[in-house]
């Protein structure tokens, strides 16, 4: 009997466990949830019972009591397995195991009682189910909170931006991540990289670039690193060699001559953040380093082929598999890892290129007006003084700019606001009053005594000249030039990350000032070649006039209820009464000089053209540099992009996140679209990348969003932060399985082909 009982117990205790495991735990004790109060953070707990794991990423946090707000919490890394998603296919899954305790921080707090509702989904692994979405309350007390300091809201803007410190949820910066020193021992150059927690480096992109030609540098001297699954240099996953905490690397120093101790080289490097799934582009750090003893001299066979293998290295990566790198992060980077004087050349350099965008043409007619509006007396050292002042005031506002966003962050909306209709209508009304006036219609004149005390202050000058200069100059930064192309984005991006007033105000400024540069010259030339008496001096006021009316025509485009037959129709009559008055129907009289007649013929050209502006603008067309573009007259013409693509609008953060679940629910990639009438870049994506058919085939899986911006309202404003965009236009995309392609956001411009490589790369997973 004993024996048979011997035999059967084990078999009673198999049954009963499988019948234990047949049958899941209830969610509530599958996943107990507890939360305590640590000073202004909420340290909640997730405890999972064996065989059981939840989702990382369906685990989030809300306060549910009105007055409380909760952060972004830090999430610890979770474990990567291949199991069940949380749309049900199998696959690769972050997952919480046994314990994990999540950081909440306190925003906001009154003080009370909060009622904190913890958010989870989760699993049993043995049995291959999933609970559905589960909600567990928490009731607990919380301190009231003192207000946010300056320095608080710039730590939160530098998170939002991406450029936050080692402690937040957002990856380093390059510099950061990846500390590099070097020395030299003996005829070697050490290069020491220290490399942050959850960081790494791959070890055969470590190189070092002489900047001389007496200097190059043999192969490194560094141990083997460890291997490891991760990203590939080329965006790709697989095996990879790499170093993680530090790293010193030796390489022999090759003179080619005698007396040489001093060296200035390049040490380059590239790494990872293993957490967040990304990698940077190679790091170029300049080095300077003296020795008290000269260097040896090597055969020339050895620097030949040392040189030699430095080229081959260099070139080794083929162009179409290196790391792609938006043009918003290029410049973010450079400047994050120059120094001052080669920071404060980058924004000047950056002022200087976004002169020559189409943006900022519109300043150098407004200067020329008011230089030909000086009359007979403009003086060439005249003229360069209201250039001067023109171009300081606005390289002023770009410095106020700077310094408001480095310290409340808030300069960054200045040009936005001032796209309201509100503005843009006074304006235009402003330059249409100051043609006439250029007509002779009529004479804009300060009163009598203000006019006196100006002229006295500044040494008998035209009253108010300066005073009015000046002015334009503001208005001309907040105004004219609201596109935030890469460099701009990434300067904003640097002054906000440092955080500094000072260095916010002078770097814009900087910047002002390279912009300002060509109108400088240009302002300086009209009054070195302006003729200063006669006839002609008043053909070229009329010609300003006309130019002061396109200028209000352009501001005109931007107000969003003023149609595009409208605008199309008031630039036919400009071009066709400019014609008009230039003699384009008068008889060529006998003795007609040719100038008479170059300038009939150049009327002519203006009512022509006029006429094709017309056509268009009555067929559907809206771009008067292109009068056909989008007219029913064309082939595939079609007076709006948006109705081809299919985009879905949105308007706010909970509209996004609602069809970024959706679309990742049913695999599909996710483009969302930053739009705004004043965005000249918005409406060339519109007009000649989004009507290709190219693009459209391309795009006809996507789910395609549109977020008009235009008002820039509080809505608006909460959905740019949200995603961290600074302004349009900006280009978002999303992979099939909800994760941002962050670095291939689109700042500035593309044409169809670069867009469609864009996406074609976006697609392929580089």
Avoid at 7 to 31: N, T
Avoid at 436 to 462: D, R, T, V
Avoid at 704 to 721: F, K, M, P, R
């Amino acid at each position: 009997m004993n024996k048979i009982k011997a035999l059967i117990l084990p078999l009673l205790l198999l049954v009963s466990h499988f019948s234990f495991a047949a049958s899941p735990l209830p969610p509530q004790e599958a996943f107990k949830f507890d939360a305590v109060v640590e000073g202004d953070k909420i340290k909640a707990t997730w405890t999972s019972a064996d065989d059981y794991y939840l989702y990382k990423e369906k685990t989030r946090f809300e306060s549910a009591t009105p007055g409380i707000e909760l952060g972004q919490p830090v999430f610890p890394k979770g474990k990567l397995k291949h199991g069940i998603r949380p749309d049900g296919t199998e696959g690769e899954v972050e997952t919480y195991m046994h314990s994990v305790t999540i950081e909440v921080p306190i925003t906001k707090s009154n003080g009370g009682e909060l009622k904190l509702i913890g958010h989870s989904q989760g699993c049993a692994e043995e049995l291959g189910i999933c609970y559905p979405p589960q909600k567990r309350e928490k009731l607990l007390t919380v301190a009231a909170l003192e207000p946010k300091s300056a320095v608080s809201e710039i730590s939160d803007l530098s998170s939002q931006l991406g450029l936050s410190d080692a402690q937040s949820d957002e990856p380093l910066l390059a510099k950061e991540a990846f500390k590099m020193s070097s020395h030299i021992e003996g005829d070697m150059v050490i290069v020491t990289w220290t490399i942050a927690d959850e960081y790494y480096m791959y070890r055969d992109k470590f190189s070092i670039v002489s900047s001389t030609s007496d200097i190059t540098f043999g192969p490194m001297k560094a141990p083997a690193g460890e291997l490891k699954h991760g990203i590939l240099p080329n965006g790709k996953e697989g095996e990879v060699e790499v170093f993680t905490k530090t790293i010193s690397i030796g390489y022999p120093i090759l003179a080619s001559k005698a007396g040489i101790n001093k060296i200035k080289f390049f040490a380059i490097g590239q790494g990872c953040a293993e957490t967040f799934g990304i990698c940077y582009p190679p790091i170029k750090n300049p080095q300077s380093l003296s020795s008290d003893v000269s260097f040896s001299v090597a055969d020339a066979k050895t620097i030949a082929k040392s040189a030699a293998t430095q080229k081959t290295i260099e070139a080794s990566e083929p162009a179409a598999t290196k790391e792609f790198i938006s043009e918003q992060d290029k410049s973010a980077m450079i400047l994050a890892s120059g120094e001052t004087l080669e920071i404060i050349l980058y924004f000047f350099l950056g002022g200087l290129a976004l002169a020559f965008t189409a943006c900022m043409y519109p300043m150098i007619p407004i200067l020329s007006s008011v230089i030909v509006g000086q009359g007979e007396k403009v003086t060439t050292a005249h003229a360069f003084n209201l250039s001067l002042f023109y171009v300081l005031s606005m390289a002023a506002t770009f410095g106020v700019m700077g310094a408001l966003f480095a310290g409340v962050a808030k300069g960054v909306n200045l040009q936005a606001a001032f796209q309201s209709p509100w503005v843009l209508l006074p304006f235009s009304a402003l330059f249409v009053a100051l043609a006439f006036s250029m007509f002779g219609f009529f004479s804009i004149q300060m009163p009598a005594g203000l006019q006196g005390k100006l002229s006295e202050m500044s040494s008998h000058q035209k009253g108010g000249s300066f005073i009015g200069v000046i002015i334009m100059g503001v208005l001309s930064a907040l105004i004219v030039g609201p596109c935030a192309g890469p460099v701009l984005i990434g300067a904003l991006a640097y002054v906000a990350s440092e955080g500094d007033v000072m260095l916010g105000f002078l770097s814009m400024f900087i910047m002002g000032l390279g912009l300002g540069l060509p109108l400088i010259f240009v302002g300086t030339s009209h009054g070195k070649f302006l003729p200063k008496a006669g006839g002609w001096m008043d053909t070229v006021k009329y010609a300003a006039g006309v130019v002061l009316l396109a200028i209000a025509l352009l501001f005109l485009e931007r107000v969003s209820f003023v149609s595009a037959m409208a605008i199309m129709l008031a630039w036919s009559a400009l071009l066709i009464i400019s014609g008009i008055y230039m003699g384009a129907f008068e008889q060529i009289k006998e003795g007609s000089s040719g100038w008479f007649k170059l300038w009939k013929g150049l009327g002519l050209v203006f009512i022509l053209y006029g006429a094709i502006v017309m056509l268009g603008g009555l067929t559907g067309a809206r771009n008067v540099s292109d009068p056909l573009h989008g007219s029913k007259l064309t082939m595939g013409g079609g007076s709006h992009a948006q109705a081809e693509l299919g985009f879905k609008h949105i308007k706010t953060v909970e509209d996004l996140n609602r069809e970024l679940e959706l679309a990742k629910a049913t695999g599909k990639y996710v483009m969302l679209d930053f739009y705004a009438d004043w965005c000249l870049y918005c409406k060339e994506f519109e007009d000649y990348v989004f009507t290709t058919p190219e693009v459209q085939s391309l795009l006809a899986d996507f789910v395609l969003l549109q977020a008009d911006v235009t008002d820039n309202d509080e809505l608006d404003q909460a959905l740019l932060t949200h995603t961290k965009v600074i302004a349009p236009p900006a280009i978002l995309f999303w992979a099939a399985n909800g994760e941002e392609k962050t670095k291939y956001r689109i700042v500035g411009s593309m044409d169809a082909k670069q867009f469609i490589d864009h996406v074609n790369l976006i697609l392929k997973g580089n």
